[in-house]
């Protein structure tokens, strides 16, 4: 009667249609990313420049 209902767990289905568009690696020599979308390489540029 006032058992607590366990709660039951919510069904997640895998990724549908799914594409990998970006493939990135580091250059340890150069010391940078390369592969990166123009906007995320304009990112890092900006967080890179001194203050």
Known sequence: MFRKKKKKRPEIS???NFQ???HTSFDPKEGKFV?????WQNILDTLRRPK
Do not use: D, E, W, Y
């Open 20 to 22: 990998h568009r970006v």
């Open 14 to 16: 895998a990724p549908q």
């Open 35 to 39: 592969g990166l979308p123009p906007q």
